[in-house]
């Protein structure tokens, strides 16, 4: 490891493999004064690592953290020594070529089985591509608990292998099966049956002996219900102190009028000790959930797998509640065995728990039995490349040409074969899915060849790459907008869900109809042509599922309440903030495009669009939403009090302006701060990005009544 070499960590979840890696990374800082990269899947992951590497400060080693959004090249990143990425922010990265790269020396892949993972392993099977090629004398380390065919990993990457099955804090594995857990050592353990519902029985029983849990199920939807149905068999485990100091924390995350439903409804929860965890909550309420999950005053946590790898958790039983998640087209299906390990694996980690405990729970003795040999006592499945993919191929070839990475046939071959797929299949394998990828992206303008033949970007495949959409995107957008002269909300909103950029909301077959209707009603304002695929039988599903998801988004720019599209619409709590979240920034992208194809005059249009997007609003309310600590509560109600527009609250005394229902003095006087007006320093008080993290009294209070007015 201190020479310098490329080494593998295949060793048991907890098990300290960070330090090795950090010994790996202050040695390269120190010596050879060069940067480290360690990179991560997870948000939460690249939080709590980049929390543990600031402890090298007074060393004067400095760490930054990237997970954010797309599009701009980090600024601190360059002073800093240790470089926390998530593998997509890495890549986005990459092709921006930041000036320090070459000074990179060092990358830890964390949950480097991650390659594996359809949607994400591509992206970091190219990334560790892209590094290798740019700086070939790098030394890689790659850690993982869960890879049987770790051989295959290290040869990939000329590494050494070291594995071992040693683990610091006993963890066992068994299964819940008529009020008895056993474990696979044949050992077992009696749970009192006393409520309905088995979890509710295993979480007493952790909860009795002072312990903490975590839950995991298999979507968002079922993390929100099933930490609700949790709340009544905590909240008598809850002193009245900590209830205090919870409340101080949740109202952080739950301030202001306009905040999602389910941010409300997690600070609500997180009172009776009980939240959910998934990847649609904000970054201020994942720490805050997880700080006071570490500090013992929350005693449930019901996440889905996007706290299942790395993470650091006094969780001293774990609760795999799903072993099945819903696949498209596939229907129900049980995980795989890997992410079954990851989660049991939270379970007994040395700064928390003398020993840790993770349990399935079975219905019938068939069950048992599944769950038992398929889960407990299996060995995780061999990881394979998940290369292989039209549009994954597509995509990053487009980053590597646009970051003048590869000009022509042999470097893209070449790039290929640094990557797993090559070691494990044969490169010629996906070689067609590289020739037709090429032929797509020049087909698509995306691509150009000069006289000497070299493939470089277009002004448009530059854009694409650096936006970080799909190439496919790129080209709908550029398509469409060169034909449209103005466009209807709808009609954009339809055209940025048939991108495959944005997630979209499936419609059953009840609502075909009702689907089908709208359509009708609507057909004027489409921009995409939708003839054919209303012909198209296959894709026919899809459509509507554009269609209902465009006009879910419609609703909400034309004020409708959150909670009344998320029962119409039947989607989870915290998922229309989902798509609305990616409809934003596909908006944002397709005015890029018109800018680049030189559809200027579509951009003032498209950014109005964008504000109401974001904010949820009528275009009436553009110029009120403008303003900090306003969204689209505080902007309805000063519309309908008769404050129309800046000019008016310009005009108007910050007295009249406090006694508008929602605002209140402090963010009155923010508003006539904001206008000009030297006001008391309450002013600067409101937060600078939204009304979403306001916290003041006065809004509170008057939040209830509007729940009420709202209801
Ligand atoms: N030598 C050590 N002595 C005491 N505690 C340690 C030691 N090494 C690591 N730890 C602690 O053990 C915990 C687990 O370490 P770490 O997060 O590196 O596990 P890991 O091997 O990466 O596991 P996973 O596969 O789950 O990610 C951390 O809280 C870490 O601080
Ligand atoms: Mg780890």
């Given at each position: 490891m201190l020479d310098g070499k490329n080494l593998v960590l295949a060793v048991p979840t907890s098990s300290g493999k960070t330090l090795v890696s950090e010994i790996c990374m202050l040695k390269a800082i120190l010596e050879r004064k060069v940067k480290a990269v360690y990179l991560v899947p997870l948000k939460s992951l690249a939080r709590e690592k980049y929390d543990e590497f600031r402890k090298y400060e007074k060393l004067g080693i400095?760490?930054?953290?990237?997970?954010?959004?797309?599009?701009?090249?980090?600024?601190?990143?360059?002073?800093?020594?240790?470089?926390?990425?998530?593998?997509?922010?890495?890549?986005?990265?990459?092709?921006?070529?930041?000036?320090?790269?070459?000074?990179?020396?060092?990358?830890?892949?964390?949950?480097?089985?991650?390659?594996?993972?359809?949607?994400?392993?591509?992206?970091?099977?190219?990334?560790?591509?892209?590094?290798?090629?740019?700086?070939?004398?790098?030394?890689?380390?790659?850690?993982?608990?869960?890879?049987?065919?770790?051989?295959?990993?290290?040869?990939?990457?000329?590494?050494?292998?070291?594995?071992?099955?040693?683990?610091?804090?006993?963890?066992?594995?068994?299964?819940?099966?008529?009020?008895?857990?056993?474990?696979?050592?044949?050992?077992?353990?009696?749970?009192?049956?006393?409520?309905?519902?088995?979890?509710?029985?295993?979480?007493?029983?952790?909860?009795?002996?002072?312990?903490?849990?975590?839950?995991?199920?298999?979507?968002?939807?079922?993390?929100?219900?099933?930490?609700?149905?949790?709340?009544?068999?905590?909240?008598?485990?809850?002193?009245?102190?900590?209830?205090?100091?919870?409340?101080?924390?949740?109202?952080?995350?739950?301030?202001?009028?306009?905040?999602?439903?389910?941010?409300?409804?997690?600070?609500?929860?997180?009172?009776?000790?009980?939240?959910?965890?998934?990847?649609?909550?904000?970054?201020?309420?994942?720490?805050?959930?997880?700080?006071?999950?570490?500090?013992?005053?929350?005693?449930?946590?019901?996440?889905?797998?996007?706290?299942?790898?790395?993470?650091?958790?006094?969780?001293?039983?774990?609760?795999?509640?799903?072993?099945?998640?819903?696949?498209?087209?596939?229907?129900?299906?049980?995980?795989?065995?890997?992410?079954?390990?990851?989660?049991?694996?939270?379970?007994?980690?040395?700064?928390?728990?003398?020993?840790?405990?993770?349990?399935l729970v079975a219905r019938t003795e068939e069950e048992y039995d599944f769950l038992m040999d398929h889960y407990v006592s299996s060995e995780p499945e061999e990881i394979r490349s998940k290369l292989a993919s039209e549009s994954a191929i597509r995509f990053h070839l487009l980053s590597s040409i646009a970051g003048e990475m590869t000009h022509n046939r042999e470097e893209i071959d070449r790039l290929m074969d640094g990557t797993f797929f090559s070691y494990q299949f044969n490169r010629w394998e996906i070689d067609h899915y590289i020739s037709s990828a090429l032929d797509f992206l020049e087909e698509g303008r995306l691509v150009g060849r000069s006289k000497n033949d070299e493939l470089y970007a277009t002004g448009l495949g530059e854009r694409a790459a650096k936006l970080y959409i799909d190439p496919e995107t790129a080209i709908l957008f550029r398509d469409a907008l060169s034909e449209v002269e103005a466009f209807h909300p709808l009609g954009m909103l339809h055209l940025i869900c048939s991108t495959p950029d944005q997630p979209l909301t499936h419609a059953s077959q009840a609502e075909t109809e009702d689907c089908e209707v709208f359509i009708g009603d609507h057909e004027g304002e489409f921009i995409v042509d939708i003839s054919e695929q209303m012909d198209d039988y296959e894709e026919y599903p899809r459509f509507l599922a554009q269609v209902k998801t465009a006009r879910m988004l419609n609703d909400w720019i034309s004020e409708r309440t959150e909670r009344s599209i998320t029962e119409d619409y039947d989607v989870g709590m915290g998922d229309v903030h989902r798509y609305i979240e990616a409809a934003d920034w596909l908006i944002h992208a397709a005015s890029e495009v018109a800018r680049v194809t030189g559809r200027s005059q579509l951009i003032p249009s498209l950014h109005a669009l964008q504000v109401r997007v974001k904010n949820g609003v009528l275009p009436e309310l553009l110029e009120l939403v403008g303003l900090r600590g306003v969204g689209r509560v505080r902007g309805r109600m000063l519309f309908n009090h008769g404050l129309r527009t800046l000019s008016d609250l310009y005009r108007a005394p910050v007295e009249e302006i406090a006694r508008v229902p929602a605002i209140g003095l402090t963010i009155a006087e923010s508003i006539k701060h904001q206008l000009g007006f030297e006001t008391s320093d309450a002013g600067d008080k409101v937060p600078a990005t939204s009304e979403r993290d306001d916290q003041s009294a006065s809004a509170q209070t008057l939040l209830e009544e509007f729940e009420d007015e709202d209801s």
């Open positions: 400095l760490t930054a953290m990237s997970v954010g959004d797309y599009d701009s090249p980090g600024a601190k990143l360059s002073d800093a020594d240790i470089l926390v990425l998530t593998t997509e922010r890495a890549d986005s990265l990459i092709c921006h070529k930041p000036e320090w790269i070459d000074d990179i020396g060092v990358v830890v892949v964390d949950e480097v089985h991650l390659v594996n993972d359809p949607s994400r392993g591509p992206t970091l099977e190219m990334v560790i591509a892209k590094i290798t090629q740019m700086l070939p004398n790098i030394q890689l380390i790659a850690l993982s608990a869960t890879i049987p065919n770790a051989e295959d990993i290290a040869a990939w990457l000329k590494a050494e292998l070291v594995r071992s099955s040693w683990r610091p804090v006993p963890l066992s594995e068994g299964v819940l099966f008529e009020s008895k857990i056993r474990f696979s050592n044949g050992s077992s353990r009696p749970i009192r049956h006393a409520r309905g519902e088995e979890l509710a029985d295993l979480v007493c029983d952790t909860l009795d002996e002072n312990g903490q849990v975590l839950v995991f199920v298999s979507s968002r939807r079922s993390a929100v219900s099933v930490a609700n149905r949790t709340v009544p068999i905590v909240r008598p485990y809850i002193s009245r102190s900590s209830m205090e100091t919870i409340s101080q924390a949740s109202g952080r995350i739950a301030g202001g009028p306009s905040a999602p439903e389910a941010s409300k409804v997690l600070a609500k929860m997180m009172q009776a000790g009980v939240a959910f965890h998934h990847a649609g909550l904000t970054g201020p309420e994942r720490t805050t959930v997880e700080d006071c999950f570490k500090g013992n005053l929350l005693k449930v946590i019901v996440a889905t797998p996007t706290l299942a790898a790395g993470i650091n958790l006094p969780a001293r039983r774990v609760v795999i509640r799903d072993y099945r998640r819903y696949e498209e087209e596939r229907g129900n299906q049980p995980i795989p065995v890997l992410e079954y390990k990851q989660m049991a694996g939270r379970a007994g980690r040395p700064k928390y728990d003398q020993y840790g405990e993770a349990v």
